[in-house]
Structure formats: structure tokens, C-alpha cells
């Protein structure tokens, strides 16, 4: 998959830029809500249990103030991303014990055989351990500018 | 929300695990997600997870779980425009509806979930 197809999988209601959760658990159930309600699913405690599961596995936040939730679960119908930015930072047990600011959650049903979305998590772990484009992800003052630092990152 | 309710929900939460558990355990997979820097050692806590999830679960209908995941790889599956999306069977539009039991396909077995 080209880097460039990447900008399709963040849509604009599933971008918070300012997360109000000051917990880990909470940010998780932020996230897990904007995509219950942008693809009316009902069974948001599965999805939330799902991704407390894979953090007990070990913690996905990276470092670097980074964390990519994820998983698969028969609740979602289609591979779901959501991206969501703490200023102030969120204790998620990062492996540098730093806050983490900058959330890539994805989600994808059991059924999704070609493991798009281990393409999609490749793709962006590898975009986001440039410093600058790390930077870019941060300072992005909307979806419009946000879609631009793909593009340009992409190209 | 029904009893019958919860252990569907319960069924897709223990088969997200057992996914989850096959993953870690699967080299390719585990190679490549801790390529990309993610950790995966506490497995222990994914199996307690499922303790605690099969604890709630009647015996009866896990025993058709384990049952039905011996055969097939996705033991419950989305129900999709009235198709049982393990066999592409269709499905009574009445299971939808039904409230006293967790409903299995007619055809090839597998536990349905109704999206």
C-alpha cells in the first residue's frame, strides 16, 4: 500500500485534536466513542475491552510521546482510524515513561485476511519516527492541515 | 440489556482474545508488530482476561464455543444483509429478534453476531 493512500483512513470526525481525557482509560473510551457514533456501532464496551486487553499485552505507546492502540474485533464492520492529540499529555504507560500527545488508534474486523491493518500501523509508525513530521502532527491546526502533513510526507 | 444479550457480547469479547492470543503467538505477526517497537510480553494477562471472561459464560454455550473453534478458524461471525458471513448462508430474519438464546447458523454451525 502507497504511503499516499493513508490520507483516506483518517476522516474528519474521527480527528480530535484537543482529547479532554486526563487518563489512559478515558482517552481510549474517547477514541472508541468517535467511532461508535461515526459508524452507529453498538457495542462500544467490546471495543473498549478489546484495546485494554492489548495494552495489558504491553503498552502501545512507543515513545517519543506517541501511542498506536489496536487491534481486531468482530465489532467494527471495516478498518477504523482514529487520530487524537493530547497538549498537555496522557500518562499511557509509554516504554519512556514520557506523556504521550499524539494517539493513532486502529481497529479492524477479524475478517480482514490482506492484514490491512498491519500495512496501515507499518506505515504510520514509519512516518511518525521522523522528527519533523512528528512535529508537523503536532502543530496541524486542523483536519485541512493534518491532510496536508500526509500528503507532504507521503510525497 | 437481555442475559442472552450479554453472553453474545461475551462470545465476541473471548474471540477477540483468542485472536489477540493467536497474533502474539504467531511469529510472523509478533515479528513484524515488534519490528515496528511494540511490546507483547505479558501474555499471562491475556490469559487471565479470558479466565475471567469464559467464568461468565454458561457451559453449555462455551462448550459450543470450543466446540465450533475446533472446526472453524472465526467460530462467531457477523451477520451481513441476512448472510451468515462464515458460509454465506442466509439467515432467518427472526434470529435477529430472538431474545432467549444465542443463535448458530443452520448451515455450517457458527455462533452469529448480529452487528
Given amino acids: 500500500m502507497a504511503a499516499r493512500g493513508l490520507v483516506s483512513y483518517f476522516q474528519e470526525p474521527l480527528c480530535i485534536f484537543e482529547l479532554t481525557s486526563t487518563s489512559k482509560r478515558d482517552a481510549l473510551a474517547e477514541m472508541v466513542d468517535a467511532i461508535c457514533t461515526q459508524h452507529r456501532i453498538k457495542d462500544r464496551d467490546i471495543i473498549l475491552e478489546m484495546l485494554l486487553n492489548r495494552e495489558s499485552l504491553g503498552s502501545t505507546g512507543i515513545a517519543q510521546g506517541v501511542a498506536f492502540p489496536h487491534g481486531r474485533t468482530l465489532a467494527v464492520r471495516g478498518l477504523s482510524l482514529v487520530f487524537a492529540r493530547s497538549s498537555a499529555g496522557i500518562d499511557f504507560d509509554a516504554m519512556d515513561n514520557e506523556p504521550t500527545h499524539l494517539f493513532f488508534l486502529i481497529i479492524a474486523p477479524p475478517q480482514d485476511k490482506d492484514n490491512l491493518y498491519l500495512q496501515v500501523l507499518g506505515q504510520i509508525v514509519n512516518l511518525i519516527k521522523d522528527d519533523s513530521v512528528r512535529e508537523r502532527f503536532l502543530a496541524a491546526k486542523d483536519y485541512g492541515e493534518l491532510r496536508q502533513v500526509l500528503e507532504q510526507a507521503a510525497s | ?115
Avoid: W
Fill in chain 2, 1 to 115: 440489556m437481555t442475559e442472552t444479550k450479554d453472553q453474545a457480547k461475551l462470545l465476541v469479547a473471548l474471540q477477540d482474545l483468542d485472536h489477540m492470543i493467536k497474533e502474539v503467538q504467531d511469529t510472523q505477526t509478533s515479528t513484524e508488530l515488534k519490528d515496528m517497537g511494540f511490546q507483547m510480553d505479558n501474555i499471562g494477562e491475556l490469559k487471565n482476561a479470558r479466565d475471567k471472561i469464559t467464568a461468565q459464560i454458561r457451559p453449555q454455550l462455551l462448550n459450543r464455543y470450543e466446540r465450533v473453534s475446533r472446526t472453524y478458524d472465526r467460530t462467531v461471525v457477523p451477520v451481513v444483509n441476512e448472510l451468515c458471513t462464515g458460509c454465506f448462508a442466509k439467515v432467518p430474519t427472526s434470529f435477529r429478534y430472538e431474545k432467549h438464546a444465542v443463535m448458530t447458523c443452520e448451515s455450517c454451525g457458527r455462533i452469529l453476531y448480529f452487528i
